[in-house]
């Protein structure tokens, strides 16, 4: 089915640790968002891809770094996880960049992150 | 500072009840509304997208209403089913080039027998 894949589904990380969570989309999306998603809080933008080559931070870049490796692939990468980057992290892409009227975001199923 | 804000933070109702959840934003300015539904697990699924000048869409049982005057929306959820148990995600898109979407936390929906 076409979609977002995300990878892997589950990680537990020790402080300190690196690890890159994998995103493609089969849908010819121009543009790629990474987003964590905190309890009692709204999904927050981390990075975003809003074409093939360009790369943009969102509003809590910070401890993460981004790869938009061709037009179907953008990954997130940890260089140093810290217990505070806990989280569910959730890939999205859309035809348009961010909101445009008519152009909806599907989402991956996400990647449940645990920094011990 | 731009928010989104819903309401109740969590319902449970009975199979085949109907129920409205609302949604209060202070997004300037404002591009369109949108709804997503979140299973458990999951990432979140589109249910409606509304522009300024629409105030009422609807995605089956679902309908989405919304008046840009008071900045308020609802998501009304016709004979509810179990399937429905899930959280509701009210989102509001900003407009201008530098455009970004706002999530509130959503609603917690639980449909029981």
């Known amino acids: 089915n076409a979609g977002v894949t995300q990878t892997p589904k589950f990680q537990v990380l020790k402080t300190g640790q690196s690890m890159t969570l994998q995103c493609a989309q089969d849908?010819?999306?121009?543009?790629m968002y990474w987003y964590r998603q905190d309890p009692g809080m709204g999904l927050r933008l981390i990075y975003y891809s809003a074409s093939e080559g360009t790369t943009d931070k969102g509003e809590v870049p910070n401890g993460y770094n981004v790869s938009r490796l061709n037009k179907r692939e953008f990954s997130l990468r940890l260089e140093s996880a810290a217990p505070s980057q806990t989280s569910v992290y959730f890939c999205?892409?859309?035809?348009?960049?961010?909101?445009?009227?008519?152009?909806?975001?599907?989402f991956g199923s996400g990647t449940r992150l645990t920094v011990v | 500072k731009n928010q989104v804000e819903q309401s109740p933070q969590s319902l449970i109702i009975l199979e085949g009840k109907n129920c409205t959840l609302q949604c209060n934003y202070t997004v300037s300015p404002f591009s369109n509304l949108r709804w997503y539904k979140q299973d458990t697990g999951r990432g979140p699924v589109s249910l409606t997208i509304m522009t300024f000048s629409e105030n009422t869409k609807s995605n089956g049982r679902y309908t989405a209403t919304l008046d840009a005057d008071t900045k308020q929306s609802s998501l009304h959820i016709t004979a509810s089913q179990l399937s429905d148990s899930a959280s509701y995600i009210c989102?509001?898109?900003?407009?201008?080039?530098?455009?970004?979407?706002?999530f509130g936390t959503g609603t917690r929906l639980q449909v029981t027998l």
């Open positions: 999205a892409s859309s035809e348009a960049s961010f909101g445009a009227v008519g152009y909806g975001y599907t």
């Open positions: 989102v509001v898109s900003v407009a201008g080039t530098a455009s970004k979407l706002t």
């Open positions: 849908m010819n999306h121009n543009s």
